[in-house]
């Protein structure tokens, strides 16, 4: 029997960064959807994003119809984002109607029904041939209305009248008490429902977004961290790990010779991943500035995130062992970006990430240390950051190498980031110091590495002022 072809449900790309994906294409086309929330979430600068992106991406014109604030206030409130929406007005790509509704006007009589709204509403969008809609917010056109027969009544025609009309739609609504909306009806006649969260968990603020319903489509069901800056809203999903991704048989060095003799194929695999865990002291930022160096030296760029030192401490550090950072500085070939974890949520600085990433297209970046994200969230969220990253690192085939400090005296004991990486990194080298004779002595031992014959030795190493240098008797072991 002949398998029936499925059919695919059309859908409206929403121009916002990471909503896309995880709707897998955007909203349902010609349909209806609500985006629901509490004051300060970012319902009416999602809607206004998903209009703006629309008319600039697309070429669908848009209207917006707000019962809340005038159109000189959404011009204003949004300027600071870069949507010009003076412009997209005298362009007539984008109509602004602001409708005032006093619930005393609104009678709970046979004869409340939306004639006028449709009339005005109709004529705005046959105005410009708009393609997206957007009513902000829904409340303050029912607010008035107690009949909950009369409220379901009036709803279904509203969204029926839009389906008709074939716009795709965003309808705004707050967040009842137990229900996603006030009225706790919108959701039942919408075809897809997005709720956004906004809480402060330990004097750090998120913002959450989940699709709590989408008809006819596949979509993601977790909780998404989402962010608003000046570039608008993107949506921060955690990528599935496919693992489909191209590898390459090339090895490159790890900028010390004496580290790669004890790999088997001289160097570690080109676009993989590299943990480095250690004690305080054990030379871990030393190692990864070897690494940075050494792609610089490749004419590559590098991206270096610190979240322990500025960059002149890291410059003036590593070059009293003979490293000289500041020519690759000068010629932007290695970027360093210091921030402290605590300075902004964890999701800030995972969009910041992102962010320097698609700027300068980086061929290795560097996280030093990841253990000190665990002071500004939990140990899932961390975990699931770093996944994110690893899976962002991995598509690309970007060089990445990630420090993180071990607490001594704890056995096999890791701490909670550098757990998340470990089993996914391709390679873990671990550092510790030792008492010999009354002496610190440093020793280096690399834990796994995928693919690849390495010295199972525990060797020791030492620090210079010309330098790192491994010290071993062995050679790599093959495979």
């Not at 309808?171 to 039942?188: C, D, P, S, V």
């Not at 693992?243 to 004496?258: A, E, R």
């Not at 990194?425 to 390495?454: F, Q, V, Y």
Request: aromatic letters at 6%.
């Amino acid at each position: 029997m002949k398998q029936q072809k499925k059919s695919l449900l059309p859908k409206t790309p929403t121009g916002i960064n990471g909503l896309d994906e995880i709707t897998e294409g955007g909203f349902p086309k010609g349909r209806p959807v609500l985006v629901c929330g509490g004051a300060g979430c970012g319902k009416t600068l999602m809607a206004m994003q998903f209009l703006v992106k629309g008319i600039t991406q697309q070429n669908e014109p848009g209207v917006f119809m707000s019962f809340e604030e005038s159109e000189k206030d959404l011009i204003e409130n949004v300027e600071s984002l870069g949507f010009d929406l003076k412009a997209l007005t005298t362009e007539n790509k984008l109509k602004i109607d602001y409708v005032r509704v006093e619930r005393s006007e609104i009678e709970e009589t046979g004869e409340y029904d939306l004639e006028g709204l449709f009339i005005r509403l109709n004529y705005a969008i046959d105005s410009i041939g708009a393609k997206r809609v957007v009513l902000d917010t829904i409340e303050s056109l029912f607010g008035g209305i107690e009949n909950e027969g009369l409220l379901r009544s009036e709803l279904r025609r509203l969204f029926q009248w839009l389906r008709d009309k074939g716009v795709t739609t965003i309808i705004t609504a707050e967040r009842g008490a137990g229900t996603l909306t006030r009225k706790g009806l919108e959701e039942y006649v919408s075809d897809c429902v997005i709720l956004l969260d906004f809480r402060v968990i330990d004097q750090i603020a998120t913002r959450r977004l989940r699709i709590v319903k989408y008809r006819g489509s596949t979509h993601g069901t977790n909780e998404y961290p989402f962010l608003i800056d000046e570039n608008g809203i993107s949506v921060l999903p955690i990528t599935s790990l496919k693992l489909d991704y191209k590898v390459s048989g090339n090895t490159i060095s790890t900028g010390l010779s004496s580290l790669d003799k004890l790999f088997e194929k001289s160097g570690i695999f080109e676009g993989s991943s590299t943990l480095v865990t250690g004690t305080a002291g054990t030379a871990k930022t030393l190692l990864a500035a070897y690494f940075a160096l050494s792609s610089c030296k490749r004419d590559e760029t590098v991206l270096y995130f610190s979240f322990e030192e500025s960059p002149d401490q890291l410059i003036r550090n590593v070059a009293t062992i003979g490293m000289n950072l500041k020519p690759y500085i000068k010629s932007k070939r290695l970027i360093i970006h210091a921030s402290r974890p605590s300075f902004q949520g964890l999701e800030m600085h995972l969009i910041q990430m992102h962010k320097l990433i698609d700027q300068y297209q980086p061929r290795t970046i560097i996280v030093d240390p990841i253990s000190s994200l665990i002071t500004v969230a939990t140990g899932s969220e961390v975990r699931s950051m770093l996944i994110r990253l690893l899976d962002l690192f991995k598509i690309n085939g970007i060089n990445s190498l990630f420090t993180s400090l071990t607490h001594p005296n704890k056995g096999d004991y890791i701490d909670i980031a550098a757990d998340a990486v470990s089993s996914l990194a391709d390679t873990w080298i671990s550092l510790a110091n030792e008492d010999k004779n009354g002496k610190r002595t440093r020793n280096i031992t690399i834990i796994k590495s995928r693919g690849m014959g390495h010295s199972n030795e525990c060797c020791d190493f030492t620090i210079t002022n010309k330098g790192i240098h491994v010290l071993s008797g062995d050679v790599a072991v093959k495979k």
